[in-house]
């Protein structure tokens, strides 16, 4: 089991650009709303490289440095940076708030976020790209704490200096930037505007707990086409937090006929359930949302042990290849797709 959780935390590094390459949206999924917002002030910092090792330099954007400041009173009240490595999920860019705003004193930050941009969009001639980024590790229990995805918008300037001037390797260059930043956190109703689940209308229930999930719906190719067999995601209370369990697929069904599985690792328990629902999704860019019968439970029945109804709501990605190659029988295509997870209980 930590051999396979090993793999899945290295590959999920790579989702943001298996999740460009989908040219997925640049707002966070459903189930998210705006919790605050701020204005950014501050430099793009590239270094001249030699990337292809062909002796070409070029400017490589090497990390930003930004002050922040609230967007209605405008005091200062946190920075921007980038982690000198990657965190274990893959992510450098980095905001952390002050204690007391208005000061620039040292003292620690109240709250961090760091993420991964799993989405851009063009800011424009002469202005970095709008992004959206996925959080990928959190420190401190204030506002970035809670933060699920960070949007960059109304960029000004900030973009790479021309390459004539990038003439030995290792020098940098800072160029000057403003942006808007978005916080974004993850909702706690049970019910998302426009998607009033069938678990809700025809069963007596109460949401239990709201996981986040993020990994791979896996395709096999028949013949004719695309069929699902399988998924693998890490689970998590919201983007960025620590993982506590996993979702995957049985071998074959049960006695009841569930197969898709979630297990928790601190308190050990698991929960089977069968789709008896599928509801539309918000784009059409990811799969469907689903509601889920429990066919089965182990261990804690204050977790997953307890658990009679699934939604999976708020998706992004995860559908079948759409490629002009035709496939061979046998093929697989793991499809990149994050989910949050609602477990139920009967009243």
């Known amino acids: 089991m ?18 460009q390459a989908a040219k997925i949206s640049l707002s966070p999924p459903d189930g998210n709303s705006i919790d605050f917002e701020v204005t950014a002030s501050g430099f793009q910092i590239y270094s001249c490289v030699d990337v292809n090792k062909t ?3 070029s400017w490589v954007l090497d990390r930003a440095e930004a002050e922040l400041f609230d967007a209605k009173f405008h005091i200062l009240i946190g920075f921007h940076y980038f982690l000198p490595k990657p965190d274990a999920g893959g992510g450098r ?15 620690l930050p109240s709250s961090t976020v ?35 995805y960070i949007q960059r918008i109304k960029t000004r300037g900030g973009t790479a200096p021309s ?35 069938y678990i809700d ?11 986040f999930g993020e990994g791979f719906q896996h395709y096999k190719f028949d013949g004719s086409a695309w069929q699902l067999f399988n998924a693998s995601a890490l689970l998590s209370s919201i983007p960025g937090q620590e993982v506590i369990g996993d979702h995957y697929f049985l071998e074959t069904k049960d006695a009841r006929g569930g197969q898709p599985t979630w297990s928790s690792f601190a308190s050990p328990s698991t929960v089977t359930a069968k789709p008896v629902n599928t509801l539309r999704p918000a784009t059409s860019d990811s799969i469907s949302w689903a509601d889920l019968h429990a066919t089965g439970n182990t261990g804690d029945k204050y977790f997953f042990g307890g658990v009679t109804y699934v939604q999976r709501r ?15 029988v046998g093929d697989v295509f793991l499809s990149p797709y994050s989910a949050v997870y609602w477990f139920y209980v009967s009243s």
């Open 2 to 19: 930590e051999n396979a959780r090993g793999i899945l935390i290295a590959i999920l590094v790579v989702l943001p650009l298996l999740l």
């Open 55 to 57: 002796g070409h330099l």
């Open 93 to 107: 860019a980095t905001w952390s708030l002050l204690k007391t705003p208005g000061s620039s004193s040292s003292e």
């Open 114 to 148: 760091t993420g991964k941009t799993i989405s851009n969009l063009s800011g424009g001639r002469g202005n970095i790209d709008d992004l959206l980024v996925q959080a990928t590790s959190h420190s401190g229990h204030t506002r970035l704490g809670r933060a699920s």
């Open 163 to 197: 390459d004539e001037i990038c003439k030995v390797g290792g020098m940098t260059q800072a160029v000057p930037y403003k942006s808007d930043y978005v916080f974004w956190t993850q909702q706690a109703s049970d019910v998302i505007e426009g998607h009033h689940g």
């Open 201 to 211: 209308a025809k069963y007596s229930t109460r949401p239990l707990f709201v996981l």
């Open 314 to 328: 708020s998706t992004r990605g995860g559908l079948p290849p759409q490629v002009s190659r035709a496939p061979k």
